[in-house]
T-cell receptor
Framework: GAVVSQHPSWVICKSGTSVKIECRSL??????MFWYRQFPKQSLMLMAT?????????EQGVEKDKFLINHASLTLSTLTVTSAHPEDSSFYIC????????????FGPGTRLTVT | QQQVKQSPQSLIVQKGGISIINCAYE??????FPWYQQFPGKGPALLIA?????SEKKEGRFTISFNKSAKQFSLHIMDSQPGDSATYFC????????????FGSGTKLNVKP
C-alpha cells in the first residue's frame, strides 16, 4: 500500500502560462502533503507543506503567489505554477504522509516541467 | 545551514563489493532517519529507515548503522549489484515538525559489473 501518483508525468508549457500538477494518494488518506523541487544532480528542495483544509506553509524563499498549493481533500493536492518562466523548469515531486502511518512520507513519481 | 551532511558525493564500487554512504546531523531532536533510492526521472523510494533507539537495522542487503553519540548514520549495501546504481539520499526528521524531512545532498552510486 501507500501509493502516490502525480499527473502529468511531464509537461511543456510556454513562458507566461500557468500549469497545474496533481498529487494523489491512491490508497490512504494523506493528512499532510509536501511539494519538492529537484534540479538535475541535486537534492530535493522542500517548497511547501500542506495540510488538508488549511493554507500551505511555504519554505523561505519560495514565492507563494507563484507556486499556488491547494490541498482540498485528504487524497488530492495540487501545485499550480503561475506565469511560468524558463527558470521554473524543474522536476517537481510530491509526497504524502499520514499520522496513522507514522513518520513516513510516500513519494510520487515526479513531474518534469519544461517552460519554453 | 545544512541540517544533514552526506558523503561521498559519488561512489564507484565493483559488483559484489560493499557500498558505504555516510550522513551526519546536528539537530538532536531528529528521531527518524530514512534512506531513499532514486533512479533518473523517478521519485525517491524508501529503502530502509531507523529510529535512534537502535544502533543497527538490516533489511536484506541493506543495513543502517546509527551512532547517536556521534550524530552519524550510514547505509551499507552488501553484495552491491549493477541494479543498485542510483542516487541515494539520507534524511532526518522529527515528529513534532509535521514530519518535515531534511535531506542530504545525495550520493551517486555506480556499481561496475
Amino acid at each position: 500500500g501507500a501509493v502516490v501518483s502525480q499527473h502529468p508525468s511531464w509537461v511543456i508549457c510556454k513562458s507566461g502560462t500557468s500549469v497545474k500538477i496533481e498529487c494523489r494518494s491512491l490508497d490512504f488518506q494523506a493528512t499532510t502533503m509536501f511539494w519538492y523541487r529537484q534540479f538535475p544532480k541535486q537534492s530535493l528542495m522542500l517548497m511547501a507543506t500542506s495540510n488538508e483544509g488549511s493554507k500551505a506553509t511555504y519554505e523561505q524563499g519560495v514565492e507563494k503567489d507563484k507556486f499556488l498549493i491547494n490541498h482540498a481533500s485528504l487524497t488530492l493536492s495540487t501545485l499550480t505554477v503561475t506565469s511560468a518562466h524558463p527558470e521554473d523548469s524543474s522536476f517537481y515531486i510530491c509526497s504524502a504522509g499520514t499520522v496513522t502511518r507514522g513518520y513516513e512520507q510516500y513519494f510520487g513519481p515526479g513531474t518534469r516541467l519544461t517552460v519554453t | 545551514q545544512q541540517q544533514v551532511k552526506q558523503s561521498p558525493q559519488s561512489l564507484i564500487v565493483q559488483k559484489g563489493g560493499i557500498s558505504i554512504i555516510n550522513c551526519a546531523y546536528e539537530n538532536t531532536a531528529f528521531d527518524y532517519f530514512p534512506w531513499y533510492q532514486q533512479f533518473p526521472g523517478k521519485g525517491p523510494a524508501l529503502l530502509i529507515a531507523i529510529r535512534p533507539d537502535v544502533s543497527e537495522k538490516k533489511e536484506g542487503r541493506f543495513t543502517i548503522s546509527f551512532n547517536k553519540s556521534a550524530k552519524q548514520f550510514s547505509l551499507h549495501i552488501m553484495d552491491s549489484q549493477p541494479g543498485d546504481s542510483a542516487t541515494y539520499f539520507c534524511a532526518a526528521s522529527w515528529g513534532g515538525n509535521f514530519n518535515k524531512f531534511y535531506f542530504g545532498s545525495g550520493t551517486k552510486l555506480n556499481v561496475k559489473p
